[in-house]
């Protein structure tokens, strides 16, 4: 185990899985899209996990992160940009600016994962972003956005996970009814060690599907997709997501929102 606590490190381990990210939105287009994606642009890249798994994927992937803050971006460079080879550096091109107004070559896809575009919390500003998306991607370009809900969501929460030799907490603080909005921390503990508290904070607005869906549509989207997780033989999601016109009601659930332009 790090000495030190790396507070991205955690977040990376704990939270993202971007080699299997990057597949299975790679194959997502693939099959909406009968031929290869090429430009990935991540927004809300943080330490841009994914767009480094991307240039890995072969010699004509380039990736796009973006980010507004400077911080997991520096983190980003200095740890996971020098483990690649020089030609996969040179396809990768990190952007320090705004999703809302940046602008960056077409890419074939765009992802927003871990729900951050739930930072939005006006439905005007949420559309501009759409709106942001649709202008950077290409014609045949898919917009992969997550989303997450059920029940549980809806009232104050900690779940928790154990890596070994440190637990993960997912804390939602608080939800609003009248405004939809949440406060959300991610809690660290390692073995041996006190509690960690508020390493991550996330100030949100929880967004249905039918309100994005809506959005996306008034953004130029022509057809929207909502991949749903399938199930295990004890009723527990089983990691395997596809395309459904109906899901399914239970305490908290994800689910990928797929838009064609
Ligand atoms: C929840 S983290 C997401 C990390 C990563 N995308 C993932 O999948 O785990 C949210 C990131 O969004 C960034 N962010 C928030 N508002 C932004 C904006 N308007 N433009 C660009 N990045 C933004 C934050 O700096 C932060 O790094």
Not at 114 to 126: E, G, I, Q, T, W
Not at 137 to 143: A, D, E, R, S
Request: aromatic letters at 16%.
């Amino acid at each position: 185990m790090k000495k030190k606590f790396d507070k991205y490190w955690y977040y990376r381990h704990s939270v993202q899985s971007p080699d299997l990210d990057v597949r299975f939105i790679r194959n997502c287009y693939r099959s909406l899209k009968k031929k290869e994606a090429c430009i990935f642009r991540e927004d809300f890249c943080s330490t841009f996990a994914l767009s480094c798994e991307w240039v890995k994927l072969g010699r004509l992937c380039r990736s796009i992160a973006v980010d507004i803050d400077d911080r997991p971006l520096k983190y980003g460079k200095e740890h996971s940009l020098r483990q690649l080879s020089f030609d996969q550096q040179e396809r990768l091109s990190v952007i320090h600016g705004d999703v809302l107004s940046c602008r960056t070559t077409k890419a074939d896809i765009i992802s927003a994962l871990n729900f951050s575009y739930f930072v939005f919390k006006k439905r005007d500003d949420l559309k501009k972003y759409f709106l942001n998306c649709y202008k950077s991607l290409n014609k045949n370009g898919l917009l992969v956005l997550d989303c997450f809900g059920g029940s549980q969501c809806f009232e104050a929460n900690e779940e928790q996970v154990d890596h070994g030799t440190f637990t993960y907490y997912w804390d939602q603080k608080s939800f609003d009814p009248i405004s939809h909005h949440a406060v959300f921390h991610i809690h660290y503990k390692r073995r041996g060690e006190k509690k960690r508290k508020k390493v991550f904070t996330y100030d949100w607005r929880f967004w249905v599907i039918p309100e994005i869906k809506d959005l996306l549509k008034e953004a130029g989207f022509r057809k929207i997709h909502v991949y749903w997780e399938g199930t295990d033989k004890n009723g527990e999601g089983n990691g395997c997501f596809k395309r459904r016109e109906k899901g399914e009601d239970c305490e908290s659930w994800v689910a990928y929102i797929m838009s064609e332009k």
